[in-house]
C-alpha cells in the first residue's frame, strides 16, 4: 500500500524559510515523478514543483522560483521542499503526489496523494 505522509508545515512569519518532508512508503521516490502541490482557501490546487523520476530534473512554478527547491533523497526514500522568504501567497496546504507519466504540472497526472501539512505565514 502506498502512503506518502508530509511534514514541517506550520505557522511562520513573513520571510522566514521552511522545510517540509514527504515520506514515501510503498514505492521508490526515485521511479516516480514526485511533486509538490498547494491550495490556498477557495482557490485551485497549484503546482509548486517537482523532480522528474529518474533524471532528477526539476520544475519550479514561476511564482517561487528563487524562492523554493526541490529534492529527494534516494536513501531515505523522501522528498524535499525548501522554502524561503515566504510571504502570505504561500499560505496554503501543501501536498505531495507521485506520478509515472502525464503532464507533470497537472495534478490530475498525479495517482498518489499524501494528505498534506498546513502552510501559514504571517505578516
Known amino acids: 500500500q502506498v502512503q506518502l505522509v508530509e511534514s514541517g508545515g506550520g505557522l511562520v512569519q513573513a520571510g522566514a524559510s521552511l522545510s517540509l518532508s514527504c515520506v514515501a512508503s510503498?514505492?521508490?521516490?526515485?521511479?516516480?515523478?514526485m511533486a509538490w502541490f498547494r491550495q490556498a482557501p477557495g482557490k485551485e490546487r497549484e503546482f509548486v514543483a517537482c523532480?522528474?523520476?529518474?533524471?532528477?530534473?526539476?520544475l519550479i512554478a514561476s511564482s517561487v522560483k528563487g524562492r523554493f527547491t526541490i529534492s529527494r533523497d534516494n536513501a531515505e526514500n523522501t522528498v524535499y521542499l525548501r522554502m524561503s522568504e515566504l510571504n502570505d501567497d504561500d499560505t496554503a496546504v501543501y501536498s505531495c503526489?507521485?506520478?509515472?507519466?502525464?503532464?507533470?504540472?497537472?495534478?490530475?497526472?498525479?495517482?498518489?496523494w499524501g494528505r498534506g501539512t498546513q502552510v501559514t505565514v504571517s505578516s
Open positions: 523532480i522528474v523520476k529518474t533524471s532528477g530534473r526539476t
Open positions: 510503498g514505492l521508490t521516490v526515485g521511479d516516480y515523478t
Open positions: 503526489g507521485a506520478s509515472l507519466s502525464g503532464s507533470y504540472t497537472f495534478a490530475s497526472s498525479y495517482i498518489h
